[in-house]
């Protein structure tokens, strides 16, 4: 049985999109490689086809991926996203409680956690640790470094930018 992977609306819309250019577009410019490739004439020593072949083994694992991830997603509505307690969905204010130091994060599934956008996902130790609260909770986080705790300061329904 196919694990359950959690998406935001934003997020299954962008495995859609990137799925639609992987097949309407990347397909195609890698079938065009392998083609010149071959015109190249011996196939066992030429890079230019080789490289083309793992690209298309790339793409057409990606594209497996992400139809994997969109048949078996559950996608987290705006909807059924509050401002009371930690989800999904939600952009948190976290403060280190010792350092005092303030951190900013969007909660979403592991599917599209990007961490270096400040979007974690909900299976990531802070992710984990956070679900479920609500604002002044301070939450213990167990870090490579040791446990951090940390004072939830605010909540809100993430929106991306299209939306508003």
């Known amino acids: 049985m196919a694990e359950e992977v959690l998406l935001t609306e934003e997020g299954c819309e962008n495995l859609e999109k ?22 190249f004439g011996d196939i066992s020593e030429n890079s230019e086809y080789d490289d083309a072949k793992n690209e298309q083994a790339f793409v057409e694992g990606r594209i497996k991926e992400i139809e994997n991830m969109i ?9 059924d996203v509050n401002d009371e307690t930690v989800n999904i969905g939600t952009t948190v204010k976290l403060k280190d409680v010792d350092s005092g130091e303030e951190f ?3 909660i979403v599934g592991s599917a599209e956690a990007d961490p270096l956008n ?16 609500k ?9 490579p470094s040791g446990i951090t705790s940390y004072e939830i300061l605010f909540i809100k329904k993430y929106k991306n930018n299209k939306k508003g």
């Not at 400040?118 to 609260?133: L, T």
């Not at 604002?135 to 870090?143: A, F, I, S, W, Y």
């Open 135 to 143: 604002v002044g909770d301070v939450v213990k986080v167990e870090v």
């Open 118 to 133: 400040n979007k974690i996902s909900n299976q990531s130790p802070i992710g984990k640790s956070i679900i479920g609260h």
């Open 18 to 39: 990137e799925l639609d250019h992987l097949i309407n577009v990347k397909r195609r410019e890698v079938a065009k490689r392998i083609k010149v490739a071959r015109e």
């Open 104 to 106: 900013t994060y969007t």
């Open 71 to 79: 048949r078996n997603a559950r996608i987290v509505k705006d909807e």
